[in-house]
């Protein structure tokens, strides 16, 4: 069965530090793969997206993410967090013209 | 401004009662989605649709009914059969169904409590 996982529920980091936010994914064929970030009570806004080419993908808000496919892994990375950026993070993969989304990683950035 | 517009923001619903939560795009997507987040479980696909007057079952249809007359609207039905209906539930569209590696845009949500 496809799917994606998220093995962390909560990652703390304080402001200023290095944030990753991990993901892996079990798709057949090539993936296409989404990092979202959702604010409290709000919709998710798409961050990133890996399709083909460079392992390292560049998003918006600083963000970027590392494909690796030996590992199936695409981990959402920022050099260094804000407390703007405390919120929810999905990562997601597109399987089958349908889109499957991991449960979620609570990003908190301590001041 | 384009986007995706979700109401209402929140509703509430007595037992045994259909109610229905309405999503407007005007992004001039072909596909819409209808998504349901709960709490640790991430999303799941209710209902989605690439043409008007045509519409797939999810991975949790059940109790769930919604209806494409018109591009631009894709409004879901909860209905009295849906046993646990409290979630905050998300519409979303896309380009295209079969464009590959198109991301998807979200309404802001409706939080549905059954009282």
């Known amino acids: 069965a496809q799917s994606v996982a998220q093995p962390e529920d909560q990652v703390n980091v304080a402001e200023g530090n290095p944030l990753t936010v991990k993901c892996t994914y079990s798709v057949s064929g090539n993936p296409y793969l989404f990092w979202y970030v959702q604010y409290p009570n709000r919709g998710l806004q798409f961050l990133l997206k890996y399709i083909t080419g460079d392992n390292l993908v560049k998003g918006s808000y600083g963000f970027e993410a590392e494909f690796n496919k030996s590992q199936t892994s695409f981990h959402l990375k920022k050099p260094s967090a804000l407390v703007s950026d405390s919120a929810l993070y999905f990562c997601a993969a597109e399987g089958g013209f349908k889109t499957i989304f991991g449960a979620g990683t609570r990003l908190f950035v301590k001041a | 401004d384009g986007g995706i517009t979700q109401s209402p923001k929140y509703l509430f619903r007595k037992e045994g009662q259909n109610v229905t939560l309405s999503c407007e795009q005007n992004?001039?997507?072909?596909?819409m989605y209808w998504y349901r987040q709960d709490p640790g479980q991430g999303l799941r696909l209710i209902y989605y649709s690439q043409i008007v007057n045509d519409f797939q079952k999810g991975d949790i249809a059940e109790g769930y009914s919604v209806s494409r007359e018109k591009k631009e609207s894709f409004p879901l039905t909860v209905t009295s059969a849906q046993k646990n209906p409290t979630a905050f539930y998300l519409c979303?569209?896309?380009?295209?169904?079969?464009?590959?590696?198109?991301?998807?845009?979200f309404g802001q949500g409706t939080r549905l409590t059954v009282v």
């Open positions: 992004l001039n997507h072909d596909a």
């Open positions: 979303a569209s896309s380009m295209d169904l079969f464009l590959p590696g198109a991301e998807a845009f």
